[in-house]
């Protein structure tokens, strides 16, 4: 009867363990999704496309939706070097 019992503890004690740990990781996954929707990329946050890094200085821009984000060498370095 003893043994039983202490079997029965021990697979509830696993069961409880494995519920908490899908727990955390739920929490973990949310705390990140809600994260990434408090910090908006440069692209939502402007509604310029960011290019910075494909090798051509976007330094004079159209201004509608979905037009490349100016670059100067103090915002893109990589594709805008210092004249």
Same mark, same amino acid.
């Given at each position: ?20 740990? /899908? ?8 705390? #990140? ?22 090798? #051509? /200085?976007?330094?004079? #821009?159209?201004?509608?939706?979905? /037009?490349? /984000? ?6 893109c ?7």
């Amino acid at each position: 009867m003893r043994k039983t019992k202490i079997l029965l503890i021990i697979i509830l004690l696993a069961l409880f363990l494995s519920i908490t740990a /899908c727990s955390i990781k739920e929490i973990q996954k949310n705390a #990140v999704d809600k994260q990434q929707t408090n910090n908006p990329t440069k692209e939502t946050e402007t509604n310029c496309k960011d290019l910075c890094g494909d090798g #051509v /200085c976007q330094e004079f #821009v159209c201004m509608s939706l979905g /037009c490349p /984000c100016a670059e100067t060498a103090e915002t893109c370095p990589q594709d805008c070097k210092e004249k």
